[in-house]
């Protein structure tokens, strides 16, 4: 079945650690994106991929990193200068250019920062 | 600045009780709309969303949206709620390569 599949679904990191989050999908979809979920604030966009080996920042990129190596990966990762990252991560992805802009969804990863 | 409002955090309807979320948006021309729900600890699944044509939409699980131009409104609408529907319900809008969402409202449904 096609999707996309985020890892791990839980992670706990102490402060001052990187932590990087997985996402692969094979609907063959030239876009990708992540975004952070917290309550009471909807999806904010960390950052974006239209084509591979390209990136751009969304609107709170600062703390993170990503790489678009392979069109099917996305990988995240969330460094010591992100300020509060614990939160729900949410990985999707979309055709790109001439599509409609419908996102699919993975099942999130959750990071706890103790 | 583009922006997409839910002004209703928490709703609680009870069960076989119709329901209606609001949704407006900022945005000059006609855009691209979406709505989405999200259960507890997981992603987000596509309900129905609106390009252009008749105004009003039908989507998955019994959903409808209508698109108000003159109110720059997308507002959700069920007849009758499910205990299954109680979730978080996300409106968004493209604006050009980007989705930007709501803050969501959380539906309770009550027996």
């Known amino acids: 079945d096609g999707g996309i599949t985020q890892s791990p679904k839980y992670l706990f990191r102490k402060e001052g650690q990187n932590v990087t989050l997985s996402c692969e999908q094979n609907?063959?979809?030239?876009?990708m994106y992540w975004y952070r979920q917290d309550p009471g604030q909807g999806l904010r966009l960390i950052y974006y991929s239209q084509i591979v080996n390209d990136f751009q920042k969304g609107d709170i990129a600062e703390g993170y990193s990503v790489s678009r190596e392979k069109k099917e990966s996305f990988p995240l990762t969330v460094t010591s200068a992100q300020k509060n990252p614990t939160a729900f991560y949410l990985c999707a992805s979309s055709m790109g250019q001439g599509g409609t802009g419908e996102l699919f969804f993975g099942e999130g990863s959750r990071l706890t920062v103790l | 600045a583009q922006s997409v409002t839910q002004p209703d955090i928490h709703i609680t309807v009870s069960e076989g009780a119709s329901l209606e979320l609001r949704c407006n948006y900022s945005y000059g021309a006609t855009p691209y709309l979406f709505w989405y729900v999200q259960s507890p600890g997981q992603g987000l699944q596509l309900l129905l969303k609106y390009f252009s044509g008749d105004t009003l939409v039908q989507g998955i699980k019994g959903f409808e949206a209508e698109f108000k131009r003159s109110q720059s409104s997308f507002n959700l609408r069920k007849p009758s709620v499910h205990w299954s529907d109680a979730a978080e319900y996300f409106c968004?809008?493209?604006?050009?390569?980007?989705?930007?969402f709501g803050a969501g409202t959380i539906l309770r449904v009550k027996s």
């Open positions: 609907l063959n979809h030239d876009a």
């Open positions: 968004a809008v493209q604006y050009g390569n980007k989705l930007v």
